[in-house]
Nanobody, 126 residues
Framework: QVQLVESGGGLVQAGGSLRLSCAPS????????MGWFRQAPGKEREFVAG????????YYADSVKGRFTISRDSAKNLVYLPMNNLKPEDTAVYYC???????????????????WGQGTQVTVSS
């Protein structure tokens, strides 16, 4: 059972930056892609960004494109999500997720992801 541990959330003013990290608990031969999702109070969980395990493909929600950048450090087995120019509407609990469902494809559907982290709170004040 793969466990994902997120870190890096916090409180920041609008226009500021944070970097989220996600660490799988073990070598993940079966994982084909990693994703970040977020859920704000009273809203459904939404896709933020994803990356194939090879790192060759990335995909972003329109709302974060140009501000967030997903990357993977294969040596450290970490996935990063630096977030710049944060806005109050970015406030949410952010979840790291992993899937083995597809190859060379990044799903934006939460049900396609097999493993989830516990979530980390990101709060952006205006």
């Amino acid at each position: 059972q793969v466990q994902l541990v997120e870190s890096g959330g916090g409180l920041v003013q609008a226009g500021g930056s944070l970097r989220l990290s996600c660490a799988p608990s073990e070598r993940t031969f079966s994982i084909s892609a990693m994703g970040w999702f977020r859920q704000a109070p009273g809203k459904e969980r939404e896709f933020v960004a994803g990356i194939t395990w090879s790192g060759r493909l990335t995909y972003y929600a329109d709302s974060v494109k140009g501000r967030f950048t997903i990357s993977r450090d294969s040596a450290k087995n970490l996935v990063y999500l630096p977030m710049n120019n944060l806005k109050p509407e970015d406030t949410a609990v952010y979840y790291c997720a992993a899937t083995s469902k597809y190859n060379n494809y990044i799903s934006r559907v939460s049900q396609d992801y097999d493993y989830w982290g516990q979530g980390t709170q990101v709060t952006v004040s205006s």
